[in-house]
């Protein structure tokens, strides 16, 4: 199994930046397709960001898009979530997670298909 534990988030302002981290313990990451979601009380998760086990393949959200980075370093096995231009509607609690790919560079932007999932960080950008 894998365990993810998030790090990194916090209070910023708008149009301030932070540096989600996302490291893995129990199993090596290079075998899974990771991705970042997000969460509030009143919606469902919600995709973010997802790169596949080489890191060949990238998906982001429409309204992430330009702003965000999402990036992985299997040798630190550790996925990381670069915000930049932060906004207020990107408060959330960020969760990553972790999926066993169906093909290589397989990508998925449905939660269902992230087996393992770590327990979040809380982002709050104050506007």
């Known amino acids: 199994q894998v365990q993810l534990v998030e790090s990194g988030g916090g209070l910023v302002q708008a149009g301030g930046s932070l540096r989600l981290s996302c490291a893995a313990s129990g199993r090596t990451i290079s075998s899974y397709a990771m991705g970042w979601f997000r969460q509030t009380p009143a919606k469902e998760r919600e995709f973010v960001a997802a790169?596949?086990?080489?890191?060949?393949?990238?998906y982001y959200a429409d309204s992430v898009k330009g702003r965000f980075t999402i990036s992985r370093d299997n040798a630190k096995n550790t996925v990381y979530l670069q915000m930049n231009s932060l906004k207020a509607e990107d408060t959330a609690v960020y969760l990553c997670?972790?999926?066993?790919?169906?093909?290589?560079?397989?990508?998925?932007?449905?939660?269902?298909?992230?087996?393992?999932w770590g327990q979040g960080t809380q982002v709050t950008v104050s506007s």
């Open positions: 790169i596949s086990e080489s890191g060949g393949t990238i």
């Open positions: 997670g972790a999926g066993e790919p169906y093909y290589s560079g397989f990508v998925s932007v449905m939660g269902a298909e992230y087996g393992y």
